[in-house]
């Protein structure tokens, strides 16, 4: 095989999925700030995926910050708790390779963390409940056995074999991914066992690796549903280049990397509550409207996303505390929301029923949901793609639709121009 053969093979690698879909394609305003940097700063010399180093960055990043810093939604709090489900093929996804990048800015950052509070084999709830388990009574410290706990809450899980947990949580009385789920809120972990152990307040970040295959395989109906997959963000990864003597990013630059990371990082674990700047949140309230349309329809894809809103707000306020702020800026904001797409696009391709056209799918989905009353071309324009299309765009993929059968339009008056409608015409 010559050189352009096998950079061909690594492109087939990133094709469309068996429905269809096209690679997703994450958008510059992802690369924001300081992570965008050091991505950018790899990428010449790493066959990792820049989109599953980027997720992997604000994971582990978030890991070290802790639960201090956060946003309210509701009466929930929701803060640097970020977790990629990275999702590639065994060989052509450079899944690993994409966590050793990171790996070392972050040692770079701090050795001390990444020594002491990085994990790796998930296995039991019991066994992540004692890695951050409070401690016995300060009366009893000079008994026998008296165990003093964890003082730091703070746990990054890294699981490169992801497959493992989903089965682990599938053996009978075995309650990891209940506990996994309640992790991810934030909430106190106990076991309800003879000794039960309790941990307080803890901070666990968890960074998956599987395949699509074993994905699609191992993650159950009820999983889905029940809400283990959407406490994840899926990220998909393929090889970017061919590096046959391997990167030559020099250990001077990644030491100037962690080191501008570490002056973020010990700034951002002081922040408390935040706030959103004005265009900020004119850029959440439109976002939210988009978020919350349920365009996803009901299928796999929807309850893969369906923690659409809250993910996306702690995806600002990482990217808010990685570049040095204490509030989420418009910015912010706009990075969130191109990650997010990324992650809608990686379960399309991963769990899609559709046409394998992702604009007319989502337009399919939102005319659905409507039912007889139909939608309007505004509605399309401002719920179902956040104005994120131009007028053109939406003329192009509102006319597709109509070529699917079962769809109809139509036009209502008003006292100016009539208002045109879609809708469809058969039962969903």
Known sequence: MNDQDAQDAAGREGGPSPTGRPWPVLGEDAFHGLPGRIVRTIEPHTEADPAAMLFTLYAAAGAYIGRKPHMFAGAEEHGARIWPLIIGRTAGGVKGTSWAEIRRVMRAADHDFMQGKVVGGLSSAEGLIYAVRDGGDPDDEQEEGFDPGVKDKRLLVVETEFASVLAQGKREGNTLLPLIRQAWDGG?????????RVATDPHVVIIGHITPTELRVRLSEAERAGGTMNRFLPVMSKRS?????????????????????????DKAKDIGRMSRGVDAHKAWVTLYTRLASDHAGDGRVAQVVARAAPQVLRLSVMAALLDGADYID???????????DYIEDSAWYVFSEGTGDTDLDRLKLFVDAAGPEGVTRTAVANECFGKNKTGDQIDAVWSRLLTLDGYEEWSTPTKGRPVKRMRRTKPV
């Open 188 to 196: 106190t972990l106990r076991t309800m066992t003879i000794r039960p």
């Open 330 to 340: 418009l910015p912010h904001m706009q990075a969130a929301e191109a990650m997010w």
């Open 241 to 265: 280049k061919l590096l046959p003597d391997g990167g030559h990013l020099e250990e001077a630059t990644v030491k100037a990397l962690g080191a501008e990371l570490a002056a973020v990082l």
